[in-house]
Each structure stands twice: as structure tokens, then as C-alpha cells.
């Protein structure tokens, strides 16, 4: 048995709203979700400077234009202190480190965020894989957690989040596997 409540967190309601420190490009600011008015990428990773959690920083960052031209806005979180997060930033990728990027990379020290979104592995400490999107009236649309082995795709998150744009345009229609968009949708009976 773990030490930390389970969450009943689940996709349909408010998403958990937190205040916390953030790096932005080098500098503290405080963050607090529900300031967002946009949609929101919120993905929690275990840890600053180890293997894959770089390859996925990097990759939201490099894709960053894409999901602004969505009117959504990348927020990255791990338990570690926004001054690891800073020291992070303020290396070069070439030396281990993930160099400036495009969104804020968010401290949760105290934990207390991973335990809201269900994610943090009470034997390591530290948060799994999890990638939440949120849409503009702070509802969690979307939820998915890996394992610490493997990373996540920006391509599927780009998908994922065109698809619960679409059907919020357009609620009589939803989205068949694999939509992409452009491609057909199935009209839903209400």
C-alpha cells in the first residue's frame, strides 16, 4: 500500500488547478492553471537531467509554433526545484541539459501536483509519464500515462488535441481512429 491518496481524477471534469514556480525562458514566475484561458498540454516528467525526459522536453519545445497556432499553451512538470529546472535550461543539449525553450517548465517540489493528477510512483518519488490536455473552460479532455521507459509522441498529442477541438466546433460529429484532420468524421446521434 502507497503512503498518497489515489485520485479520482478523470476525463470530463475540472482539471485539479495548481499554483506553482515555473521557469519561463530563465526567468521565476508563478504559475496557476486556471489563468490559462486556452487549451492546455500539461505533461509531468520524472526528472530533470536523466535519459529520455530531454527527448521529450525538447521535442514539445521544438513543436512549440504548432500548438500556439492551436491556441494552446505547453506546460512542463517533475518534482524537481525550479532551480534544477533553471540549471537544466541554462545547459547546453549537447551536455546533457535542454537549452532554452519555448514553455515553462513548472517545480513541484512538495509533490502535491503529481498527487492531483495521479502520477507521481510513491517508490520512486518522482512522476510517471502523464500528458493531460485541457481544454478553454479548464476541463480535462484527454489523459494518458507511460511508464518511465518509453517517451510520448508530439505527433499524437498534436492529433489528439485537433480532434477534441473539432468535435467542440462541431458537436454532432466525432472523430473515427486515426482522424486526422481534414479526414471524415461520424455524425453522433444525440
Not at 70 to 97: C, N, P, Y
Not at 115 to 133: C, E, K, Q, S, W
Not at 139 to 168: C, K, M, P, W
Request: with cysteine; hydrophobic share 40%.
Amino acid at each position: 500500500m502507497n503512503d498518497y491518496p489515489q485520485s479520482c481524477l478523470r476525463v470530463g471534469q475540472i482539471a485539479p488547478d495548481f499554483t506553482a514556480t515555473a521557469v519561463v525562458g530563465q526567468q521565476f514566475q508563478q504559475i496557476q492553471l486556471s489563468r490559462y484561458r486556452k487549451y492546455v498540454v500539461l505533461f509531468f516528467y520524472p526528472l530533470d537531467f536523466t535519459f529520455v525526459c530531454p527527448t521529450e522536453v525538447i521535442a514539445f519545445s521544438d513543436r512549440y509554433a504548432e500548438f500556439q497556432a492551436l491556441d494552446t499553451e505547453i506546460l512542463g512538470i517533475s518534482v524537481d526545484s525550479e532551480f534544477a529546472h533553471l540549471a537544466w535550461i541554462q545547459t547546453e543539449r549537447k551536455m546533457g541539459g535542454v537549452g532554452d525553450i519555448n514553455y515553462p517548465l513548472i517545480s513541484d517540489l512538495k509533490k502535491e501536483i503529481s498527487m492531483a493528477y495521479n502520477v507521481l510512483d510513491p517508490t520512486l518519488g518522482a512522476a510517471l509519464r502523464g500528458l493531460f490536455i485541457i481544454d478553454r473552460s479548464g476541463i480535462l479532455q484527454y489523459a494518458t500515462i507511460n511508464n518511465l521507459s518509453f517517451g510520448r509522441s508530439v505527433d499524437e498529442t498534436l492529433r489528439v488535441l485537433q480532434a477534441i477541438q473539432h468535435v467542440q466546433a462541431h458537436p454532432q460529429e466525432v472523430c473515427p481512429i486515426d482522424w486526422q484532420p481534414g479526414d471524415k468524421t461520424i455524425r453522433s446521434v444525440s
